[in-house]
């Protein structure tokens, strides 16, 4: 395999939880790895990059999902100030700086009207679904996604009630 042009990855990433207010979960399939679905993940662009901007950056690259638009205000994202440390997959290590094992997800929400346009990006994922959110937690390959939603009613309620 020919070396990788792209710098490494940061090992510091977002995980971003969409839903309706009905609490129907997107999940959207990997490209690399059918049957893995996921919520929307991706890495910081530089260690300097605020984390809201990340999400702000992925949610679209990903999804098509303008956030900051009249239908997506930036106020619909919540930072659910959790942060993730777990150990990288094998298969995506040679994305990484030679001895990166680990990486920091921190975990938000966001919120969107049910019927918002999907967009994928065809070279990163191949189909989505939205899903009611406990059907969703058993259909995430990642443990952390998987808990992720599985708190989602109660940030959900949380932001009504804020």
């Known amino acids: 395999m020919p070396p990788d042009p792209r710098p490494p990855k940061i090992p510091e990433s977002v995980l971003v939880v969409i ?3 009905a609490l129907d979960v997107l999940l959207i399939e990997r490209a690399d790895a059918p049957g893995f679905w996921q919520s929307v993940t991706g890495s910081k662009d530089s260690l300097e990059e605020p984390w809201q901007e990340t999400c702000v950056r992925e949610v679209e690259e990903e999804t098509g999902i303008v956030v900051g638009s009249p239908e997506v205000p ?3 994202l919540q930072d659910w100030a959790l942060a993730n440390v777990y150990e990288i997959y094998p ?3 040679h994305r990484y700086a030679p001895g990166v094992t680990h990486n920091t ?3 938000f929400g966001l919120c969107v009207p049910s019927g918002t346009p999907v ?4 070279r990163e994922h191949t189909a989505y679904q939205w899903l009611p959110w406990r059907e969703a937690a ?3 390959f990642s443990p952390s996604n998987a808990e992720a939603v599985l708190h989602l009613q109660r940030w959900a309620a ?3 009630e804020g």
């Open 19 to 21: 839903y309706t207010p």
């Open 74 to 76: 930036l106020s619909a």
């Open 91 to 93: 298969r995506w290590r």
């Open 105 to 107: 997800e921190r975990v």
């Open 119 to 122: 967009r994928l990006a065809p």
């Open 138 to 140: 058993d259909r995430c």
């Open 158 to 160: 949380a932001t009504e």
